[in-house]
């Protein structure tokens, strides 16, 4: 059967189907799209955090948190995400093995990446860091 042999109805059927297509298509090329696009600038430690400044990438189902860094005496960071009911989540293996917090995995939501928010756990991290670096002195030779 070709094209100019098929029904009206088969003709319509076939537009819907390829409408509907196209429709999820860039709907979720956008939400990608947004992932990548929206990433807040961290600035201080603690860093508030909302659902709004990640876009498709927020992982949690709390919709805001704080994401706070941590320096523990051997291992590094604990990064860690306070949920708004006051409950502290581990963003990182330190945060979960040396400080015992529950793992925020425990409140992630349907979509969304985690890497993201952890990755961001870091820039808080480095935060700190390039505060204290500016606030020492210079070595003299």
Not at 8 to 28: D, I, N, W, Y
Not at 52 to 74: H, R
């Amino acid at each position: 059967m070709t094209l100019a042999t098929r029904t009206p109805r088969a003709r319509a059927l076939t537009t819907a189907v390829a409408g509907l297509t196209l429709t999820l298509l860039v709907t979720g090329c956008s939400q990608e799209r947004d992932a990548v696009l929206k990433w807040p600038d961290a600035t201080s430690n603690p860093q508030p955090v909302t659902a709004e400044q990640f876009g498709a990438a927020w992982p949690l189902k709390p919709d805001k948190g704080q994401v706070s860094c941590n320096t523990t005496p051997y291992s590094g960071f604990a990064i860690t995400f306070t949920a708004p009911d006051g409950k502290v989540y581990a963003l990182n293996n330190v945060a979960h093995d040396e400080k015992g917090y529950p793992s925020a995995d425990t409140i992630k939501g349907s979509s969304g990446k985690m890497w993201r928010l952890r990755t961001f756990g870091m820039q808080v991290c480095s935060v700190d860091r390039a505060k204290h670096m500016q606030s020492s002195p210079s070595p003299t030779p």
